[in-house]
């Protein structure tokens, strides 16, 4: 019997290696939706177990918008000192933006304060942060980290959600569409913020693409009121209301069950769910007349300016201590740290703003038992230059430095006392390996039980997210 020989041709084997890889690709999408099916559209923030074994469950992230001069807070650069008032020495290896303001003609500013070293750990810290120096034990330091743009906007869209546009999800949406919240009368992710708008507005606490039910909810701390709309209309019984929300409730489920694409409408189920529930739970949240006077004195409530600033953390603190899974505190919204000019008197009243209020917080949550569970993270949108090319002003500042930027974090796993990454001796750029934004990201999700990688939401044919190509985590600062 003759045996036939067939031939495949190079179309043949193109479409069923397509079909192949179609079908891996269908298999894994799948699986991922099979994985994230436990979650009902009803009660999207219910809790969630941690994907990597973690001690933090929750997270204050301090935010101090304009950009933070590290030389003249956290990072000791003694040749400030030498070069002051002299033209800087070529910088190797600088590029951009940086590299032509440092080959202009400029002149070298000396830090606003002494520095000295504090703690076991010997962390040199400006004398215009005395009180956070004698929590740097407790503090994990990254040197050098690097953003990807030199303005403001971009820069604040990038610390907080990973992109330099608008349109992507900021960390808290994140943390909370992968750990739910403890508390489901309040919101999982608040902005505690001074009424002010912020650098980038809204969008630097949105949901991005991910369901809205993980956008941010805005409490302004500067007014009596701190939730817009909060309390019913006048003359409507608690049982009226609940009336009310149970005919809405059905309309918009039913509305909802007839067509696709709800998510925005499921958010506002669940939306108006909490707010009826935080009628009863927020008033007492925000009532802080019951805290002790030494809590009050702590925070630096009984100080002018710091009070802002100081009703923030303790409310961040309460917030923390009922379960709200991510709390963002602003700051700088109205005098932000973007100091070109006169930083020998502006920085030092930023640093009064805040010193002594996130000194109160992590105190508070250490004596509380609290610190372990709760990751405190600070950060800005870039570092600063060592000089300005302002050569005729008696009151000069520093300028933008898109490799500059220092943050630190204590609790939970935090490795205090440890740090991570250099700068040259001019704080310009990294002196070895660069530090990206998005490796601080994996860190901060790893140090919340959080695998990057796991942590995907499929949107628009591609499973993204928030370090985007992958960040390494910074182990040197983690103890687990």
């Not at 020989?5 to 991922?32: E, K, M, N």
């Not at 101090?64 to 956290?74: A, H, I, R």
């Not at 590029?95 to 032509?100: D, H, M, Q, S, Y």
């Amino acid at each position: 019997m003759e045996t036939r020989r067939t031939s495949l041709s190079r179309r043949d084997v193109l479409f069923g290696s397509y079909l192949g890889l179609g079908g891996l690709a269908c298999l894994d999408l799948l699986s991922s939706d099979l994985r994230g099916a436990t979650v009902s559209p009803q009660q999207p923030l219910s809790p969630k177990v941690q994907q990597l074994a973690a001690k933090a469950k929750r997270c204050i992230f301090l935010f101090l918008e304009g950009g933070v001069s590290q030389m003249d807070t956290f990072e000791y650069k003694p040749a400030l000192e030498r070069y002051a008032g002299k033209q800087m020495p070529k910088v190797e290896g600088a590029v951009g933006e940086v590299a032509t303001f440092a080959a202009a003609p400029n002149r070298v500013i000396p830090p606003v304060a002494p520095f000295r070293q504090h703690g076991q750990s010997g962390r040199w810290v400006s004398d215009v942060m005395p009180r956070l120096a004698d929590c740097v034990d407790d503090m994990a330091f990254v040197y050098g980290i690097k953003v990807e743009n030199n303005n403001h906007p971009p820069a604040v869209y990038h610390a907080l959600t990973g992109s330099i546009f608008p349109g992507s999800p900021s960390v808290g949406a994140w943390m909370t569409y992968g750990l739910g919240t403890e508390n489901q009368n309040l919101p999982g992710f608040v902005v505690l913020g001074s009424g002010s708008p912020a650098i980038g507005g809204a969008a630097i606490w949105s949901n991005g693409y991910l369901p809205a039910a993980y956008q941010g909810t805005l409490f302004r701390t500067t007014t009596p009121v701190p939730v817009v709309d909060l309390k019913p209309r006048p003359g409507i019984t608690p049982q009226e209301q609940r009336a009310e929300l149970d005919l809405l409730r059905w309309l918009n489920e039913k509305h909802a069950h007839e067509r696709t694409l709800t998510s925005d409408l499921e958010a506002r189920i669940a939306a108006y769910e909490v707010a009826f529930r935080m009628q009863t739970e927020a008033p007492e949240l925000i009532d802080l007349s019951r805290e002790s006077s030494a809590t009050r004195e702590l925070y630096g409530l009984n100080d002018p300016v710091a009070k802002t600033m100081g009703k923030q953390c303790l409310m961040a603190r309460r917030m923390v201590e009922r379960g709200v899974r991510f709390v963002m505190v602003m700051h700088g919204s109205t005098k932000p740290w973007d100091d070109h000019g006169d930083i020998k008197t502006r920085l030092p009243l930023h640093c009064r703003e805040v010193d002594q209020p996130i000194a109160g917080l992590l105190k508070d949550l250490k004596s509380r038992g609290l610190l372990d569970e709760t990751l405190v993270v600070w950060a800005s949108e870039m570092g600063r230059t060592p000089f300005d090319n302002n050569l005729v002003t008696d009151k000069p500042g520093r300028d933008h430095n898109q490799y500059g930027l220092v943050m630190w974090m204590a609790g939970g796993d935090v490795r205090g006392g440890t740090s991570y990454g250099q700068t040259d001796d001019f704080g310009t750029r990294a002196a070895g390996e660069i530090i990206h934004m998005r490796d601080l990201h994996a860190t901060i999700l790893r140090l919340m039980g959080l695998d990057q990688n796991q942590l995907t939401y499929l949107n628009q044919g591609r499973l993204k997210k928030l370090t985007d190509i992958g960040g390494n985590v910074i182990k040197e600062i983690v103890s687990v």
